[in-house]
C-alpha cells in the first residue's frame, strides 16, 4: 500500500525558494568564471594586439567576439566568455589596493575601465593604460593620471608571469695556442638570465 504525504504550502514555498537560490548560485558562478587561467603577460600581450590593429572604437559593432568598447577590451584582454560593461566587470574581478597594482590588472573610474600597463612614474600618480577611449578613436596606450575615485581591480584567478632563474655566466676556460699564446676561440657571450619552462 503507498502513502500519499500531502505537501503544504509553507513546504512548496521552502522547496522552491531553495531551488531559486541554487539556480541563482550556479548562474553566478557559470558567469563569474573566466573562460581560461591567463597571465598577465598575456593580458598586456592581448591588449596590445588591439593598440597595434588600431581596433575603432564602437559600443554597438563587435571584433572577433568582443564589443569594440572600454569594457569589451577589458573583456578580451583578460580572455573572458564574453564582453562584460564598466557596471558588470566587477562580477569577475576584484578590487584591490592601488599599491597592489600590478600589469594586467583595470583601473575603473566611472563609466570607463582600462587595463593597467604599469607606473609612469616613481610617485605612482600617473599610469599606461592600454584602452578603448571614445568614439571616433582606436585602441591606444597612454599615460593618464590617477584620479581620486578610480578603483583597481584584478581579474579572479590571474596568473602572475612565470619567474625567470638568473644563470650566473660561466667563465668557460680559454685554450690558448702554444706556439702563438692567442686564444683558439673566442667563448660566445653566455646570457645572464634566461627562462627556464
Same mark, same amino acid.
Not at 593597467?116 to 582606436?138: D, V
Given at each position: 500500500m503507498?502513502?500519499?504525504?500531502?505537501? +503544504?504550502?509553507?513546504?512548496?514555498? /521552502? /522547496?522552491?525558494?531553495?531551488?531559486?537560490?541554487?539556480?541563482?548560485?550556479?548562474?553566478?558562478?557559470?558567469?563569474?568564471?573566466?573562460? $581560461?587561467?591567463?597571465?598577465?603577460?598575456?593580458?598586456?600581450?592581448?591588449?596590445?594586439t588591439?593598440?597595434?590593429?588600431?581596433?575603432?572604437?564602437?559600443?554597438?559593432?563587435?571584433y572577433?567576439g568582443?564589443?569594440?568598447?572600454?569594457?569589451?577590451?577589458?573583456?578580451?584582454?583578460?580572455?573572458?566568455? !564574453?564582453?562584460?560593461?564598466? /557596471?558588470?566587470?566587477?562580477?569577475?574581478?576584484? /578590487?584591490?589596493?592601488?599599491?597592489?597594482?600590478?600589469?594586467?590588472?583595470?583601473?575603473?573610474? $566611472?563609466?570607463?575601465?582600462?587595463?593597467f600597463?604599469?607606473?609612469?612614474?616613481?610617485?605612482? +600618480?600617473?599610469?599606461?593604460a592600454?584602452?578603448?577611449?571614445?568614439?571616433?578613436?582606436?585602441?591606444?596606450?597612454?599615460?593618464?593620471?590617477?584620479?581620486?575615485?578610480?578603483?583597481?581591480?584584478?581579474?579572479?584567478?590571474?596568473?602572475?608571469?612565470?619567474?625567470? !632563474?638568473?644563470?650566473?655566466?660561466?667563465?668557460?676556460?680559454?685554450?690558448?695556442?702554444?706556439?702563438?699564446?692567442?686564444?683558439?676561440?673566442?667563448?660566445?657571450?653566455?646570457?645572464? $638570465?634566461?627562462?627556464?619552462n
Amino acid at each position: 500500500m503507498q502513502v500519499r504525504q500531502s505537501v +503544504t504550502p509553507q513546504a512548496a514555498i /521552502r /522547496r522552491l525558494a531553495i531551488a531559486i537560490a541554487l539556480a541563482m548560485a550556479f548562474t553566478f558562478l557559470l558567469h563569474t568564471v573566466p573562460a $581560461s587561467a591567463i597571465t598577465r603577460a598575456q593580458v598586456i600581450q592581448r591588449a596590445n594586439t588591439w593598440v597595434q590593429k588600431r581596433v575603432p572604437y564602437s559600443q554597438s559593432v563587435y571584433y572577433k567576439g568582443y564589443r569594440r568598447d572600454c569594457s569589451g577590451m577589458v573583456s578580451m584582454a583578460w580572455n573572458l566568455k !564574453r564582453s562584460y560593461t564598466s /557596471r558588470t566587470i566587477g562580477s569577475v574581478s576584484m /578590487r584591490i589596493a592601488k599599491s597592489k597594482l600590478r600589469p594586467g590588472d583595470a583601473i575603473h573610474t $566611472s563609466g570607463h575601465v582600462a587595463i593597467f600597463g604599469g607606473w609612469a612614474n616613481r610617485s605612482h +600618480t600617473k599610469y599606461i593604460a592600454l584602452e578603448q577611449s571614445g568614439r571616433g578613436k582606436p585602441a591606444l596606450k597612454r599615460v593618464k593620471a590617477w584620479r581620486g575615485g578610480a578603483t583597481a581591480l584584478r581579474l579572479r584567478g590571474i596568473k602572475n608571469n612565470p619567474t625567470q !632563474r638568473k644563470v650566473a655566466a660561466a667563465n668557460p676556460p680559454v685554450v690558448v695556442a702554444a706556439a702563438t699564446g692567442i686564444p683558439e676561440t673566442v667563448p660566445a657571450a653566455i646570457p645572464v $638570465s634566461a627562462p627556464f619552462n
